[in-house]
T-cell receptor, first 112, second 111 residues
Framework: DGGITQSPKYLFRKEGQNVTLSCEQNLNHDAMYWYRQDPGQGLRLIYYSQIVNDFQKGDIAEGYSVSREKKESFPLTVTSAQKNPTAFYLC???????????FGQGTRLTVV | DAKTTQPTSMDCAEGRAANLPCNHSTISGNEYVYWYRQIHSQGPQYIIHGLKNNETNEMASLIITEDRKSSTLILPHATLRDTAVYYCIVRDSSNTGKLIFGQGTTLQVKP
């Protein structure tokens, strides 16, 4: 079935380590997005990509990096420069035109 | 910044209609109104979208005012499983740029 997959569902890391979150879609969507969600809060946009080999910063890009080498994949790296990395991370993809965004089930990152 | 404003929270009795409002006073002519909902610790789920006309699907109805500055999502017979955070967003269908979510409305369906 077509869909968008995030892995892993839960991730634990020690402070000071970089960690990469995976997001893969087989929907042939051009656009992909990364969001961060803190408890009781809405979704905040980290990075987005409208096409392969191109991406733009969202509202809270500091301390994060992304790549878009393939249409299907948009990995997010949480670097040691991110001051408060513990959060719920959501990936989404969207096609052109009058279509809706599809979301993954999220990765809950805990940094100890 | 989000281009929509929604009440922070609402309650609804089980079996009754839930009417969730959204203001989007700066919406432009080619922007659609989309509704999503998020059940705790899951990814948001698409509900419905529309441009000008009212829309209905198996999940909900969307009523858009004639001036398109506001809309209402209607869940006709709310159940306990409809308890979630509901997000209203506007999006230009001609591009896949920024997709900004606001804080949403937390709907609590009570028995």
């Amino acid at each position: 079935d077509g869909g968008i997959t995030q892995s892993p569902k839960y991730l634990f890391r020690k402070e000071g380590q970089n960690v990469t979150l995976s997001c893969e879609q087989n929907l042939n969507h051009d656009a992909m997005y990364w969001y961060r969600q803190d408890p009781g809060q809405g979704l905040r946009l980290i990075y987005y990509s409208q096409i392969v080999n191109d991406f733009q910063k969202g509202d809270i890009a500091e301390g994060y990096s992304v790549s878009r080498e393939k249409k299907e994949s948009f990995p997010l790296t949480v670097t040691s420069a991110q001051k408060n990395p513990t959060a719920f991370y959501l990936c989404a993809s969207m096609g052109q035109g009058n279509t809706e965004a599809f979301f993954g089930q999220g990765t809950r990152l805990t940094v100890v | 910044d989000a281009k929509t404003t929604q009440p922070t929270s609402m309650d609804c009795a089980e079996g009754r209609a839930a009417n969730l409002p959204c203001n989007h006073s700066t919406i432009s002519g080619n922007e659609y109104v989309y509704w999503y909902r998020q059940i705790h610790s899951q990814g948001p789920q698409y509900i419905i979208h529309g441009l000008k006309n009212n829309e209905t699907n198996e999940m909900a109805s969307l009523i858009i005012t004639e001036d398109r500055k506001s809309s209402t999502l209607i869940l006709p017979h709310a159940t306990l499983r409809d308890t979630a955070v509901y997000y209203c967003i506007v999006r230009d269908s001609s591009n896949t740029g920024k997709l900004i979510f606001g804080q949403g409305t937390t709907l609590q369906v009570k028995p």
